[in-house]
């Protein structure tokens, strides 16, 4: 089935240690995004890539990293972890950048930085 | 700062009934406005999306509307089913139309009593 795969699904993480979400799209969509949902606060935008070489910030990006090296892959970084990046990780995609594009999401990577 | 308030946060209806679930936002020069349904551990699935120039769109038992100028919509369920038991978010995209400029609500977590 076409979509987006995200690994892992889970992972508990020490405060410090780096971390990379792995983010692959089959649908050639070209723009890609990484959510993060806490409870109270909701869906915020962490880094968005409209097209493959290009990437953006979005509302929440301190201490994360993003790289589209092509059109399938978007993975996350986590350089230095704190305990505060515990959350659920979505990535997202859609045909392009428009608004008019309905949204695909992966099933999701829930991190804990203890 | 384009918010988005939805009322109620949660919902528990017999099965049968109709519902509705309500979304708010503050800035009415919106691109489009989307409906999704999040199952519990799982991601987003887009429901419908609306245009700033409809009304209202349509899918089964769904049927959302859209009145931009007072900055709300609606989602209304139809003889509700025990599977409509969900957390039902609303994103408005803002009028640069990117899905990059989208604002999530924070959902409403909807149980449908069997």
């Known amino acids: 089935t076409a979509g987006i795969t995200q690994a892992p699904t889970s992972q508990i993480l020490a405060a410090g240690r780096s971390m990379t979400l792995r983010c692959t799209q089959d649908?050639?969509?070209?723009?890609m995004y990484w959510y993060r949902q806490d409870l109270g606060l909701g869906l915020r935008l962490i880094h968005y890539?409209?097209?493959?070489?290009?990437?953006g910030k979005g509302e929440v990006p301190d201490g994360y990293s993003v790289s589209r090296a092509n059109t399938d892959d978007f993975p996350l970084t986590l350089a230095s972890a704190v305990p505060s990046q515990t959350s659920v990780y979505f990535c997202?995609?859609?045909?392009?950048?428009?608004?008019?594009?309905?949204?695909?999401f992966g099933a999701g990577s829930r991190l804990t930085v203890l | 700062k384009q918010e988005v308030t939805q009322i109620p946060a949660a919902l528990s209806v017999p099965e049968g009934e109709n519902l509705v679930l309500n979304c708010s936002f503050t800035d009415s020069a919106i691109y489009n406005l989307q409906w999704f349904r999040q199952d519990p551990g799982k991601g987003l699935t887009s429901l419908l999306l609306?245009?700033?120039?409809?009304r209202e769109q349509t899918s089964g038992r769904l049927n959302a509307s859209l009145d931009k100028s007072s900055g709300r919509s609606t989602l209304y369920i139809a003889a509700s089913q025990p599977g409509d038991s969900a957390t039902y978010l609303c994103a408005v995209s803002d009028s640069g139309g990117g899905a990059d400029g989208l604002t999530f609500g924070k959902g409403t977590h909807l149980i449908i009593q069997p």
């Open positions: 649908m050639r969509h070209n723009a």
């Open positions: 890539s409209n097209t493959a070489g290009t990437t």
């Open positions: 997202a995609s859609s045909y392009d950048r428009a608004g008019a594009n309905v949204l695909t």
């Open positions: 609306i245009q700033s120039s409809q």
